[in-house]
């Protein structure tokens, strides 16, 4: 009985890591998005304001910064535009977001489902049927994977709380 409350624990400490990884996926994509669409919509406001812009008569500046006189500022200021629209329309950074959100949403379900597994006082045949039941939600789960980076940032805010066994310090050594 030991044992499974151990290893539940460790399924426990699991699903946080990733409930954390997958929210900061989940800012992390947002933030995208929102850079983008901020840059597009200053960078189109310029071009639609650019007609004001005089006109600069610096050789210096008309070598080395061609892209802002006049006759290339339009063209080269709407190549960019494209390139964020572009962007924004392929990458779809907003609904990375959002399925991240979703799965952080998840993860934290089954994390509380462990937690209530845990803390009744079941049978050894209920906690059967209760790691059974918690299984089969995460391998049903449609999961997208998250950058390394943020599974390792969920990973230390999980090691922070200093809550849960050491990984895998239930399975004994095979020798």
Same mark, same amino acid.
């Given at each position: ?55 600069? #008569? ?47 949403? #998840? ?40 950058? #390394? ?27």
């Amino acid at each position: 009985m030991e044992k499974k409350k151990t290893m539940l624990l460790d399924w426990m400490r699991k699903v946080h890591q990733l409930e954390y990884a997958h929210c900061y996926q989940s800012e992390y994509y947002r933030k995208i998005e929102k850079r983008i669409g901020i840059s597009a919509f200053v960078l189109s406001t310029m071009v639609a304001f650019s007609y004001k812009f005089p006109s600069i #008569e610096n050789e210096w500046f008309n070598t080395y910064l061609f892209f802002l006189n006049k006759e290339y500022f339009l063209p080269f200021l709407l190549f960019v535009v494209a390139l964020f629209t572009g962007l924004q329309t392929f990458l779809k950074p907003n609904e990375k977001s959002d399925i991240h959100r979703k799965l952080g949403l #998840e993860y934290e379900k089954i994390r509380h489902t462990i937690e209530i597994t845990l803390t009744k006082e079941e049978s050894e045949l209920n906690i059967d049927r209760e790691i059974l039941k918690i299984k089969k939600t995460w391998d049903s789960m449609n999961t997208v994977y998250v950058m #390394e980076r943020y599974f390792i940032d969920g990973k230390n805010k999980v090691k922070s709380l200093k809550k849960y066994p050491k990984e895998l310090s239930f399975l004994e050594d095979i020798k």
